[in-house]
């Protein structure tokens, strides 16, 4: 079987009169760790959410284990790929074990859904995924009364349950303090070995690029400036990375 699980190929995005992406390629295979970084405005964002089909390229092709991203429907592709976002998605007012099973929505009827809300269904697959995140003994506490860092374990068990293929963080870990950013990746990266997931995630710590993932590609101004295994990022790659540009 091909380990390459996303194709990317010569994708544009504009915003108005600004190129946001422009014409970028990138090809990423089953199980690797791929670390997008870059300044600010570099087209991180935007690149997640045209895998994640949340918004819609001007140009190019984007495959997900050979098939076009288009021929997807939103069900089939909930069970490739799955994102954890900077809002994390969560809805406040519901009990923890309520959001992890909103990762299984796509896979429910609608009415089975409506009753999950009231008699949490398969709640021994939440606990699982909350007890394997740290947090098992909050499941009947309201979402909105847990801390940021435990809001993104939540989100973390949900993406279990949902269990993608592919999974894509934006920033997963920018509201936390750095113990618990640590936490958090750690997690991420362990859970993405064991069950052979591919992840890639933006993220503004080169420290945190390193330390967590195997392949770092650097953006700027929409374009991909290297890509290359983590170890071999030297200071040069990322003085010319985030070097400001004068005039
Ligand atoms: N919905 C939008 N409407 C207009 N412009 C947008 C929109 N989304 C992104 N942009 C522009 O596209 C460019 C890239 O934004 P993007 O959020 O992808 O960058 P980023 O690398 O993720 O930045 P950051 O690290 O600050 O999150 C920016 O100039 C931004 O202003």
Known sequence: MSREVLRIE????????????????????????????????????TLLNLIGHLIAA?????????????????????????????NLDLVPQLSVINNV????????????????????????LALSALRKVGIED????????????EQQRVALARLLVQNPDIVLADEPVSSLDPARAEDVLSLMSSIAREENKTLV??????????????RVVGLRN??????????????RELQILYSLEVG
């Open 201 to 214: 995630a933006s993220i503004h710590s080169v420290e945190y690029a390193r330390k967590f993932f195997t």
């Open 58 to 86: 001007d140009s190019g092709n984007i495959y997900v284990e050979g098939k076009s991203i288009d021929e997807f429907n939103n069900r089939a592709l909930a069970k490739k790929i799955g994102m954890v976002r900077q």
């Open 10 to 45: 010569n994708i544009s995005k504009n915003y108005g009169k600004i190129e946001t992406l422009s014409s970028l390629s990138l090809v990423v295979e089953r199980g690797e760790m791929v670390a997008l970084i870059g300044p600010s405005g570099s087209g991180k964002s």
């Open 138 to 149: 909050k499941y009947t506490q309201q979402t909105s009364k847990l801390s940021g860092g």
């Open 101 to 124: 099973l909103a990762g299984k929505l796509s896979d429910w009827s609608f009415i089975k859904s409506l009753v999950s809300l009231v008699f949490p269904m398969e709640k021994e």
């Open 222 to 235: 929409g374009r991909i400036e290297f890509d290359m295994p983590t170890e071999k990022l030297t200071e």
